[in-house]
């Protein structure tokens, strides 16, 4: 949520403060339309730093946020211009922007869906940050094929059976297809899981991040030919896609109707293969909704109407 919200507010190109809100009980409990009217602002403690001046632009993300937007909205007489990314769970009229996955069908005059995930990646941002890490992969071998590994989450689960087949399809990439690994994990990814990774890719020259020293990430996303992603992230499939390259969903346990209907569209339109041991090559258009979305609020807020709703 917090890499949504900040991509947005960087790529508007103005300056921009980010700040994390926690309402407590009961306005936690209550809709955020109806905590917004009751007085959430007051519940919030001095260190959250809500306060006037009121700012220009509002961009929220998460159900909790929600009632603090409107409330900061109806302070301002209607000023500040809401944008809110997911699903608000109000009705979208309430904001003047909602910018929900289209995966989770939210119509409304204001909602402008989008192919999964905002996020604060650049393309300048992944050529220098290919560059940064040049040394660093210059020992595996071409092609390179970065793997983005996640683990359990309400919807997935990465079983060790799984790990298993998944390390030996990658397995499989070095031996079939000459390729070089760059992998990462993530905290959900477990250590069973972990340790399965690295004894069957124990003899190939696959770097496989500890999670100690600088992250290398976005380096990995700027260097890598293909790209391997588990399927339980939708902000690691969206920045995959960001990269124009090929990139390929690996299966886990589980799944939701939120999740399959992302990962179909991203199917259908060519973005992403799922992934069972190979590397082929297609040509695919960058997936770029973080610059759209914005170019629709720089439209949208120079017609803004100061005096607007104070719902």
Known sequence: MVS???????????????????????????PGHWAARLGVLSNLKPEDGISPPWPDILITCGRRSVAVALAIKRASGGRTFTVHIQDPRVPPGYFDMVVPPEHDGVVGENVFPTSGALHRLTREGLSQAAEHFRDRFSSVRRPLVAVLIGGQSKAYDLTASRMEKLAGQLLELTTRHGAGLVVTTSRRTGKENEAILRRILADTDAQIWDGTGENPYVGMLGSADYIVVTEDSASMVSEACFTGKPVYV???????????????????SGYTRMFEGNLEHWDSQPL??????????????????????NR
Do not use: Y
């Open 4 to 30: 949504q919200a900040n991509g947005l507010a960087q790529a508007l190109g103005l300056p921009f403060v980010a700040k994390a809100v926690q309402p407590g009980i009961p306005w936690r409990w209550l």
């Open 250 to 268: 690996a299966r886990m346990e589980g799944g939701s109707k939120r999740f399959d209907a992302m990962h179909r569209q991203f199917l259908a």
């Open 288 to 309: 770029d909704e973080t610059r759209r979305i914005a170019a629709i609020v720089r439209e949208r807020t120079a017609s803004h109407d100061c005096k607007g709703s």
